[in-house]
Each structure stands twice: as C-alpha cells, then as structure tokens.
C-alpha cells in the first residue's frame, strides 16, 4: 500500500472536538453566572475560526443557542442577540488564516464591542425603557456599560480557554492537527 491509500481521513475527529467544545460551551450558558458572563461570544470566535464548513460554523452555535434558550427561555431581544453570535462568527472567520494570540485577542475586543453596540441598541429600539431620542440612545448605552466589562471578560476567559486547550490538545494529539495542505 502506498503512503497515499494508508493515510486515514481523521478530520472527523478533529470536528468531532471542536464540536464537543462548542457545546460544553454553550450548556455553561444554562449553568449560574454573573450578568454577562457566558462563553457564548467566545464559542462564537472559535466556531468561525476553528470549522472550516460554514454551514458548521455559522449554524452549530446558533443550534447550540436555540437549544439553551428552549431551557432558559426566550425573550424579545433574542433576534439582536442571535445576529450578534452570528456576526461574532464572522469575527472569527477574520482569525481562521492565522490564529495567532493577537489576532485571536483583537477578535475578542471587536467581538465584545460589536455584541455591546448591537445589543444596546436593540434594548434601546424595542424595550422602550429609553426616550427615542439620540439622547436616550447615549443614555442606553452608557447604562450597559457595566455589562460590557463582563461580556469583555468573560469573552476574554473563555476565548482564551477555548483557543488554548484546543492548540494544547493539537500539540499532544496530532490527530487534532489541520491536515498540511496540499502542495
């Protein structure tokens, strides 16, 4: 047998991983934390730079989402809140080329700021708890910015836990490992 038939097809495996840590991600999102303070953003970035498929990519975390919602419960807002995942997958996608811990940290940040902004703007579109005014928009904001410093800290955490065991277990299990690409 030549070395091309003996070679085994293990990406498989290496999905099968990135898929079990996206969703033990995401069922910590049920388990108790502080406000803000989930790996959703973080399962996000690595869902978009980690699976090549976007079909995978962008409909896994959200499939995860819809399953932890059916068990916390939905709420007006989800819609702002699943378009923020899905543009945090995009985010990700930005880092698949080169996942280094600079781009991976950048990542982080926009991912954070963006889901901030959209979601803050949504509270203050659709909940009506602030004056329809630009005034009342700054007023939204400037009142989820608490929030924001735990959405950047746990983004932070959890990417890092992410992105770090994942290229821990690709350097003691070289099934893990991308294939080298073709020449």
């Not at 495996?13 to 953003?41: C, D, Y």
């Not at 699943?82 to 990700?92: K, P």
């Not at 902004?117 to 928009?137: D, E, H, I, R």
């Amino acid at each position: 047998m030549s070395e091309a038939t003996e070679r085994i097809d293990l990406s498989p495996i290496r999905i099968a991983v990135l898929l079990g840590l996206i969703v033990v991600a995401a069922a910590l999102r049920i388990a108790p934390h502080p406000w803000n303070f989930t790996p959703v953003g973080a399962m996000a970035l690595f869902s978009g730079a980690m699976l090549h498929d976007r079909r995978l990519a962008f409909g896994f975390p959200m499939a995860a989402m819809l399953l932890g919602d059916l068990v916390i419960g939905f709420h007006v807002l989800m819609p702002a809140v699943y378009a923020s995942f899905l543009l945090s997958v995009a985010i990700g996608r930005c880092v698949a080329p080169s996942r280094t811990v600079g781009r991976i940290a950048g990542a982080t940040l926009a991912g954070a700021v963006q889901f901030f902004l959209v979601t803050n703007f949504a509270v203050w579109q659709v909940l009506g708890s602030y004056p329809k005014t630009l005034a009342g928009l700054v007023e939204c904001y400037v009142a989820g910015i608490p929030l924001f410093w735990n959405t950047l800290a746990s983004d932070a955490f959890y990417a890092a836990l992410l992105f770090g065991s994942f290229a821990l277990a690709e350097r003691h299990f070289p099934v893990l490992r991308e294939p080298a690409s073709a020449a």
